[in-house]
């Protein structure tokens, strides 16, 4: 994992161990299961795990922080070597496969990003649409005179040896060797429950203020489900910003469920915490 300072080339599921150890350190508790319903009933969300126990968790609120799912390419042997040798992130990987042979695999506006970026790491690029690209006359026109290879002829599957890619073969018997991949993928949700619950969903996002703050009370989202483009960087950092929020909105809460406390002094505390 690529982009988080101070952690520059950790393996993901040390980095989440970590984060997890930490927590504990704070007194959260970690349950590792699929949730697979939830509703509000008395002022409380009661959510349900595939788990079975009888008991739902009881909650004051829900935070999403479920990240995206990208779909790849429909190419065989693509997804074999997923998040080794093909990637779909430049600002990740892309200093990674400096002055080596990278092909783009798919088509579209996605594709045609990745192409312009990876461009500043590579002179030996090549665009493979596994059909029609998608792109415009012009986009093919600027990238044929930056000298990136364009294919568009069927491609039959991707080639690994030893765990390692190898190439792309092409239907017509053609290979063409190279050291990665990127594949021009599309995002969405991980889950189907923000919007079983009532959140708008726009393409891959749940949609969210800047605090995290749903369209439905007691419902946040943090991190790239909400702003599918951010980094681990910019997760961690969102995430932040929610947590803060979803504190002083449960202190709110408590204060309004006050009756010893006036009208006044609840306004006065909810300036403070601003």
């Known amino acids: 994992m690529h982009n988080l300072a101070g952690h520059e080339g950790i393996d993901p599921h040390e980095l989440l161990g970590r984060a997890r150890s930490d927590a504990r350190g704070y007194g959260a508790e970690i349950v590792t299961a699929s949730v697979t319903a939830a509703h509000r009933a008395d002022g409380r969300w009661l959510v349900?795990?595939?788990?079975?126990?009888?008991?739902?968790?009881?909650?004051?609120?829900?935070?999403?922080?479920?990240?995206?799912?990208?779909?790849?390419?429909?190419?065989?042997?693509?997804?074999?070597?997923?998040?080794?040798?093909?990637?779909?992130?430049?600002?990740?990987h892309g200093w990674e496969v400096r002055d080596q042979p990278v092909a783009v695999v798919g088509s579209g506006p996605r594709a045609w990003q990745q192409l312009l970026l990876l461009r500043r790491f590579t002179e030996d690029l090549a665009l493979v649409g596994n059909g029609p690209t998608g792109l415009e006359r012009g986009q093919l026109d600027h990238l044929r005179r930056t000298g990136v290879a364009v294919h568009e002829e069927p491609v039959d599957r991707v080639?690994?040896?030893?765990?390692?890619?190898?190439?792309?073969?092409?239907?017509?018997?053609?290979?063409?060797?190279?050291?990665?991949?990127?594949?021009?993928?599309?995002?969405?949700?991980?889950?189907?429950?923000?919007?079983?619950?009532?959140?708008?969903?726009?393409?891959?996002?749940?949609?969210?203020?800047?605090?995290?703050?749903?369209?439905?009370?007691?419902?946040?989202?943090?991190?790239?489900?909400?702003?599918?483009?951010?980094?681990?960087?910019?997760?961690?950092?969102?995430?932040?910003?929610?947590?803060?929020?979803?504190?002083?909105?449960?202190?709110?809460?408590?204060?309004?469920?006050?009756?010893?406390?006036?009208?006044?002094?609840?306004?006065q505390s909810q300036s403070q915490l601003r």
Not at 219 to 228: D, M
Request: aromatic share 4%.
């Open 159 to 267: 080639v690994s040896k030893g765990g390692r890619l190898y190439g792309i073969a092409f239907a017509n018997g053609a290979v063409l060797q190279r050291a990665a991949v990127f594949a021009a993928t599309t995002r969405r949700q991980a889950t189907e429950l923000p919007a079983t619950l009532g959140c708008e969903v726009s393409s891959a996002a749940i949609v969210a203020d800047d605090e995290g703050r749903t369209g439905v009370s007691g419902v946040w989202a943090a991190g790239s489900c909400a702003r599918p483009s951010l980094t681990v960087a910019g997760s961690v950092g969102h995430a932040t910003t929610t947590a803060i929020a979803v504190n002083n909105a449960l202190i709110m809460e408590e204060l309004e469920l006050a009756p010893e406390l006036e009208p006044q002094s609840q306004s």
């Open 48 to 92: 349900r795990t595939e788990t079975g126990t009888a008991d739902p968790l009881r909650a004051r609120a829900l935070v999403f922080a479920t990240g995206v799912v990208e779909e790849l390419p429909e190419v065989p042997g693509l997804a074999d070597l997923w998040g080794g040798d093909v990637v779909s992130c430049p600002y990740c």
